[in-house]
Nanobody
Framework: QGRLVESGGGSVQAGGSLTLSCTAS??????????VSWFRQAPGKEREGVAA????????SYGGNVGGRFTISQDKVLGTVSLQMDSLKSDDAAKYYC???????????????????WGQGTQVTVSS
């Protein structure tokens, strides 16, 4: 636990782009089967799953709210999992967290209880 570190948050205008990065080298090593996901939580709202990647197969899943605007990817050399966010909306403003667990993501990837390793989060602000 405590091995995930997020970076890349900041302020952006609506319609703009940001890329978040999560240092997750333990989970992106060759032959390691893990699920690394991005969650977000806005004030007064529940934490919601944004995107996930199964690091062994590279398969991805996305929450309905991101509608093809976000892309999750991994870099096994750098040991990172990134979230490219395009066409940002005010509703995307939140604190974004990286989470990881061993095993496939599966259909339960968006359940926060699945993960036993969490980063501290990085803030994303979207101005209209």
């Amino acid at each position: 636990q405590g091995r995930l570190v997020e970076s890349g948050g900041g302020s952006v205008q609506a319609g703009g782009s940001l890329t978040l990065s999560c240092t997750a080298s333990e989970y992106t090593r060759t032959n390691v089967n893990a699920c690394v996901s991005w969650f977000r939580q806005a004030p007064g709202k529940e934490r919601e799953g944004v995107a996930a990647i199964s690091t062994l197969a590279g398969t991805t899943s996305y929450g309905g709210n991101v509608g093809g605007r976000f892309t999750i990817s991994q870099d096994k050399v750098l040991g990172t999992v990134s979230l490219q966010m395009d066409s940002l909306k005010s509703d995307d403003a939140a604190k974004y967290y990286c989470a990881a667990s061993r095993g496939w993501c599966g259909q339960s990837w968006s359940a926060a209880s699945k993960y036993n390793d969490w980063g501290q989060g990085t803030q994303v602000t979207v101005s209209s």
